[in-house]
């Protein structure tokens, strides 16, 4: 699945139980060349995204049921509704998935990111 997000692109694979979609984008006037962008993931029963990371400041608040994060060099952690996360710009997101194989689970990401670049970059 690709959707164009602002000015980037942001590619989900769809076979991997996510689906993202954008919220709003919105400039930042007092930060110049920065935009903020928001948007609501979900990830179905066992649902996942592979490795990745933002180059954003990435703040997560989950909604519903729970997640399981990872970056390269830290724990992992389980967030569950009502629970938050973060993200730098460096970290690598080595793990992000639906912490249920039997419910879903929705979570809302914000992302201060530069402006006319992709909010997801797919690594291997």
């Known amino acids: 699945m690709s959707a164009t997000v602002g000015f980037g692109t942001l590619s989900v694979a769809a076979e991997d139980g996510a689906k993202v979609t954008p919220l709003m984008t919105k400039d930042l006037p007092d930060y110049p060349g920065k935009e903020g962008l928001m948007l609501s993931v979900e990830y179905q029963p066992g649902g996942s995204s592979p490795i990745h990371r933002h180059d954003a400041n990435a703040f997560v608040y989950v909604l519903e049921g729970a997640i399981v994060m990872q970056v390269k060099g830290g724990e992992e952690v389980t967030v ?45």
Do not use: C, M, Q
Not at 88 to 94: A, C, K, V
């Open 80 to 124: 569950a509704a009502g629970e938050t996360y973060y993200e730098n710009p460096s970290d690598i997101h080595l793990i992000s998935r639906n912490a249920s194989k039997t419910n879903s689970a929705k979570f809302i990401v914000v992302l201060l990111k530069k402006k006319d670049t992709p909010a997801v970059i797919p690594l291997e």
